[in-house]
């Protein structure tokens, strides 16, 4: 099992950038595909970003593609979302999920745990 822990959320302007970080418990953080979801107000909860449990696969919603970065560390057990050239419809509730296993998904269902979320908010 494992806890996930999202930092980093704020208010930033539009065009600006903000890194979240996602800290995880337990020591096989290795073991989990990684993936970071939003929520936007009054909006279903949608894919962003996902990264394989080695760190070398990465896969981005059309939306964010060339904007956000996932990376993660393994050793840190943390994975990030680098988020640049942020606009106003970035703004929600960023969460962090994970599954064990090789593969990431763009799925939620495919994931087994959550963070409790972090907001961004991006002013015009």
């Known amino acids: 099992q494992v806890q996930l822990v999202e930092s980093g959320g704020g208010l930033v302007q539009a065009g600006g950038s903000l890194r979240l970080s996602c800290a995880a418990s337990g020591r096989t953080f290795s073991s989990y595909a990684m993936a970071w979801f939003r929520q936007g107000p009054g909006k279903e909860r949608e894919f962003v970003a996902a990264i394989n449990r080695s760190g070398d696969n990465t896969y981005y919603a059309d939306s964010v593609k060339g904007r956000f970065t996932i990376s993660r560390d393994n050793p840190k057990n943390t994975v990030y979302l680098q988020m640049n050239s942020l606009k106003p419809e970035d703004t929600a509730v960023y969460y962090c999920?994970?599954?064990?296993?090789?593969?990431?998904?763009?799925?939620?269902?495919?994931?087994?745990?959550w963070g409790q979320g972090t907001q961004v908010t991006v002013s015009s």
């Open positions: 999920a994970a599954r064990q296993g090789a593969a990431y998904y763009t799925l939620m269902i495919r994931y087994n745990y």
